[in-house]
């Protein structure tokens, strides 16, 4: 290579670094009236400035989003290290009497870029990877959630199906009633104990724990079926006063048999007349 063109290479060297140094101040806002006219100018004639600028603007933009991010100890030492040995190494490379002007101009030469983004990236990677492990962590104590209500609906349908104890199937009612909401198989349990259960104690919890839960459909449906079938004076009563509660109008009707059967004790009719009076 001769003289020559090593004389030129290395003017156009530092045109380079004067027009990326000009565009940091400029990024930054901390040029004069005069020098901002420039940058200005060479951002509208010269493709090489607006493409440098574009990268200059990307990466200074890339530290001010990651700046609330604090790298590991270990991680800040590489990277000093590093960016020593490859300022050493650009110094070594340059003729003598020459050196880089600021620490901001040292630190924006493109190789100095390409270390930080690289750094960026390890720091973004280390944020990522803590966040999924934070999914991971609340998945598995969603799952744990999940197993242990499944693990207290079994226990409690247990409980209700043990014909051995009354009160453990009142137990059994109770733990439902302490539930924040019931599917299916819960009520289907409940509604057994409601109608079928020997023991009118089991009954009423059941039927109190359904009363709780009558906002859902499938409930409601239930509860107003079971009135026609209830023979319990104790149970109709209480099933009564819950339909009432529950301003079950369609119930009317049924309530009117009651008060007109012959079977049924003047309780139960009493309670009947006063339901249909609060639903008319």
Known sequence: MSTQTTGVGWVR????????????????GNLSDADRAIAEKELTHNAEAVKLHAQLKEVMSLMDNAHSIEPSLSLRTNFEKSLREEITSKKKGFSTGTSLTTDKQIFFRPWVLRVAAGIILVIVGIVIGSKISEKRQHDQELASIKKELEDNKRMMIAMLENQQSASQ??????????????????????????????????????????????????????????????????????????????????VVNQLEKITRDGTVIKAVKDEAHSGILKLS
Do not use: C, W
């Open 13 to 28: 060297l530092m045109e380079k670094e004067k027009l990326e140094s000009l565009l940091i101040d400029y990024i930054d």
């Open 169 to 250: 199937r009142v137990m059994g009612a109770t733990v439902a009633y302490d539930m924040k909401s019931a599917d299916d198989e819960i009520v289907n349990a409940l509604v057994k104990a409601m109608n079928e259960d020997p023991n009118t104690n089991v009954r009423l919890t059941a039927l109190e724990a359904l009363g709780k839960f009558y906002q859902q459909g499938h409930v409601r449906s239930k509860l107003i079926k079971s009135l026609s079938t209830q023979k319990d004076p104790v149970v109709q009563i209480a099933l009564i006063r819950v339909l009432v509660q529950m301003k079950e109008k369609e």
